[in-house]
């Protein structure tokens, strides 16, 4: 049973930057796969970046990349989205997901848990 918690979420201007952070609890952290998707309203929730358990691998919806960065840290439980040169339509509800896997995986599907969401919105 993993746990999580997002916070960093707010209201930045287009160019602004915003780090999100994931806490997660339960022993199986470590060896979750984690990733960060987001919902706009009206849209279905997508895929926006995955870490693999040791952090050795990720994955980024083309989107975001080059613009944004996921990692995590095993020893503190946490998960984080560095998020630069953000623009309106990055504006959505971020949420934090836990694989019961290791591996990357882009898809809501498989992801067994999740947090309860931050709100992030970038004014024009």
């Known amino acids: 049973q993993v746990q999580l918690v997002e916070s960093g979420g707010g209201l930045v201007q287009a160019g602004g930057s915003l780090r999100l952070s994931c806490a997660a609890s339960?022993?199986?952290?470590?060896?979750?796969?984690m990733g960060w998707f987001r919902q706009a309203p009206g849209k279905e929730r997508e895929f926006v970046a995955g870490i693999n358990w040791s952090g050795g691998t990720t994955s980024y919806a083309d989107s975001v990349k080059g613009r944004f960065t996921i990692s995590r840290d095993n020893a503190k439980n946490t998960v984080y989205l560095q998020m630069n040169s953000l623009k309106p339509e990055d504006t959505a509800v971020y949420y934090c997901a836990a694989r019961g896997a290791m591996s990357v995986a882009t898809t809501t599907r498989e992801y067994a848990y999740w947090g309860q969401g931050t709100q992030v919105t970038v004014s024009s």
């Open positions: 339960g022993r199986s952290f470590t060896r979750a796969a």
